[in-house]
């Protein structure tokens, strides 16, 4: 007997989407990339359009699947881009520690992204951490999460470091967040 007879779907697989968001060049792909695929690559190469990867992740006993939506770095909203956002379930908005300016428009990705995406989580990523940072990002990194009732994490696509972390720590939280009812 499968499982229909008790009830369950036979496929109990989770889909959640998330979008990563945040300035040109702060390592939105790169990422993406070490989490999917754990390979790094030093060269530029800017995102066209907006990329979709899947990834399957166990979470506390639950199958689920993340759709990653890559999208470019153009702070301009547009009708476009905030098409891209609908029925998101999550985001990482992102800074590069060695450029204060990708940090000054953190409030405003996760302004237009709620706008749409309205109850979604946020994570603040404050990615190169590899490289040493050229302004004291801490105390200002916490103070914008805790506006947006967000987790902050420290990572760097270059290395690995906490990478894995970030996006398990978003998927709690979206399970979390659903399971309220909210
Ligand atoms: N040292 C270091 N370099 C990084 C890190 N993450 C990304 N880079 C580099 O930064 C540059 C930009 O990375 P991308 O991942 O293409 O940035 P992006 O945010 O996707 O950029 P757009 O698609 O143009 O919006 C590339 O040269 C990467 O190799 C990191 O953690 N450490
Ligand atoms: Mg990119």
């Given at each position: 007997m499968t499982n229909r007879g008790i009830g369950l779907p036979a496929n109990s697989r989770i889909l959640k989407k998330i979008c990563v968001l945040g300035d040109?060049?702060?390592?939105k792909t790169s990422m993406i990339r070490r989490y999917v695929l754990d390979e790094f690559d030093d060269r530029y190469i800017t995102t066209l359009g907006t990329k979709i990867t899947k990834k399957n992740m166990n979470l506390e006993g639950r199958d689920l699947t993340f759709q990653i939506w890559d999208i470019v770095g153009?702070?301009?909203?547009?009708k476009i881009q905030g098409q891209y956002y609908q029925g998101s379930d999550g985001a990482f908005i992102i800074f590069d520690v060695t450029r204060r300016d990708t940090f000054d428009n953190v409030s405003k990705w996760a302004d237009m992204f709620l706008e749409v995406a309205k109850g979604a989580r946020l994570i603040f990523i404050a990615n190169k951490v590899d490289l040493d940072s050229t302004f004291d990002f801490e105390a200002m990194m916490e103070d914008v999460a805790k506006r947006y009732n967000a987790a902050t994490f420290r990572t760097s696509a270059k290395t690995g470091a906490q990478v894995e972390d970030a996006f398990k720590t978003l998927g709690e939280r979206i399970l979390a967040h659903k399971s309220k009812g909210t």
């Amino acid at each position: 007997m499968t499982n229909r007879g008790i009830g369950l779907p036979a496929n109990s697989r989770i889909l959640k989407k998330i979008c990563v968001l945040g300035d040109f060049a702060v390592g939105k792909t790169s990422m993406i990339r070490r989490y999917v695929l754990d390979e790094f690559d030093d060269r530029y190469i800017t995102t066209l359009g907006t990329k979709i990867t899947k990834k399957n992740m166990n979470l506390e006993g639950r199958d689920l699947t993340f759709q990653i939506w890559d999208i470019v770095g153009n702070i301009k909203f547009t009708k476009i881009q905030g098409q891209y956002y609908q029925g998101s379930d999550g985001a990482f908005i992102i800074f590069d520690v060695t450029r204060r300016d990708t940090f000054d428009n953190v409030s405003k990705w996760a302004d237009m992204f709620l706008e749409v995406a309205k109850g979604a989580r946020l994570i603040f990523i404050a990615n190169k951490v590899d490289l040493d940072s050229t302004f004291d990002f801490e105390a200002m990194m916490e103070d914008v999460a805790k506006r947006y009732n967000a987790a902050t994490f420290r990572t760097s696509a270059k290395t690995g470091a906490q990478v894995e972390d970030a996006f398990k720590t978003l998927g709690e939280r979206i399970l979390a967040h659903k399971s309220k009812g909210t």
